[in-house]
């Protein structure tokens, strides 16, 4: 195991760099960890900003991912407000914008992901706003009220947490996408419509197959032209098209960039000595046998301490199913698995009743799926992934039958 001469630097403060940083010393390393963040504030998670932190139902504290006094007793070097500027693997030093040199010995790139912008007229008006730091969240609760008029620009999970919460808080809410229905691109058009009727049953304004052409007003935004002609009123516009991997640093470094740092199943990029996880890390997964990039807390949580382990030269093969989580207004969801493809899908319990699962299904066999409202499915769920076999569709679509028996292997 490496000793106290050693220096570990992790670039991005975030909850993938905070959980390495506290796994490297779980696992006994006792040299020196510095963690550096261009945010003012401690590492926090990121899902609470589009639901309960947004709303005011947690502050900081209850998001952030350690207590404020977890760094120091835990001779973590905590540096906020630091930009790191460049990466020189051949003198494996990390220079901040400082102009100071920090030397390391192993070095994990844990940077995230920026809100994609739109490129229109109006894009740069007061009140054109994205989420993805709390500041970001900050800004958008101070004008979420019953007299706000928002337009939520993008149906993904952002996109559709966002406008959820600002009806809670009383908002009035439009929302705009070019697909037919909202998270059409990775839930697919069935269970995509489930969440456009949620949103419409709780009084959304939807705009499905359409694009944005402008965003109007003087200095502050005031409406919304859509490509069809309609205009919107808006008193805030919330951008919600998808983030892009914060990989400069490892471009100019040399690193093998692909959307995403590329790293393999051990988490370790082009360069040796570099490791990258969570949303900037495009990962070899050996369970699906191609690369994956995950923009989603879980694979924060969970690549963190993964690459700390192969940073002290543990044998770590990261091969978890991906999982996300969704809540949106009384419908609670967790999604398990990887479905780019699929050629049906199986539902299990009425949709219309608030609980139920649904399968996607490629070649008869289970390649995600997703449990909305019912807590108790998740392991048998995570069996029949890992199943990987052809299942009866029958059987998966009926509540008597038990998920557990089809996951089991068939007998001789």
């Not at 706003?129 to 900050?138: F, G, I, P, Q, T």
Request: with cysteine; glycine share 10%.
């Amino acid at each position: 195991m490496p000793g106290t001469a050693q220096t570990f630097v992790i670039v991005g403060a975030s909850l993938a760099g905070a959980k390495a940083a506290e796994t490297l010393r779980a696992e006994g390393f006792d040299g020196r960890i510095v963690l550096l963040g261009d945010e003012a504030r401690r590492p926090y998670e990121r899902p609470p900003l589009s639901k309960e932190y947004l709303r005011g139902e947690k502050d900081f504290d209850a998001v952030a991912v350690h207590s404020a006094g977890f760094y120091e007793e835990h001779d973590i070097e905590l540096r906020t407000s630091t930009s790191v500027v460049a990466i020189k693997p051949a003198d494996r030093a990390v220079t901040l914008a400082s102009g100071e040199h920090v030397d390391y010995d192993r070095l994990l790139l844990t940077t995230g992901a920026v809100p994609r912008r739109l490129a229109i007229d109006g894009a740069g008006l007061d009140g054109v706003l994205h989420l993805r730091s709390v500041e970001d969240a900050d800004r958008l609760r101070h004008v979420l009220s019953p007299k706000a008029q928002v337009v939520v620009i993008g149906a993904g999970w952002i996109g559709a947490e966002v406008a959820a919460s600002a009806r809670q808080l009383g908002a009035a809410v439009s929302m705009v996408e070019l697909y037919g229905v909202p998270l059409e691109r990775v839930l697919g058009a069935e269970v995509g419509a489930i969440y456009r009727d949620l949103h419409a049953a709780h009084g959304v304004d939807l705009h499905f197959g359409v694009g944005v052409e402008a965003i109007t007003g003087t200095k502050s935004v005031k409406s919304v032209r859509l490509s069809d002609g309609t205009v919107l009123p808006a008193s805030a516009v919330v951008v919600g098209v998808g983030v892009a991997p914060r990989t400069e640093l490892a471009e100019a470094a040399g690193l093998a960039v692909d959307n995403g740092v590329v790293v393999d199943e051990h988490l370790q990029t082009s360069a040796p000595g570099i490791f990258a996880a969570g949303d900037v890390a495009n990962a070899h997964h050996p369970r699906y046998g191609t690369r994956i990039r995950l923009e989603h807390w879980s694979a924060a949580l969970n690549q963190g301490p993964a690459a700390a382990r192969s940073m002290l030269g543990h044998d770590v093969v990261y091969d978890r199913t991906p999982y996300f989580f969704s809540d949106q207004y009384d419908l609670g969801m967790e999604y398990r698995g990887w479905a780019p493809v699929f050629d049906q899908v199986v539902f299990r319990g009425d949709p219309s009743s608030g609980a139920f699962l649904c399968f996607w299904l490629r070649e008869s066999r289970v390649a995600a799926a997703m449990n909305a409202n019912i807590w108790d499915a998740g392991d048998a769920i995570e069996a029949l992934l890992r199943a990987d076999r052809p299942i009866d569709t029958a059987s998966l679509a009926d509540p008597d039958s038990d998920l557990a028996d089809l996951a089991a292997p068939p007998r001789a």
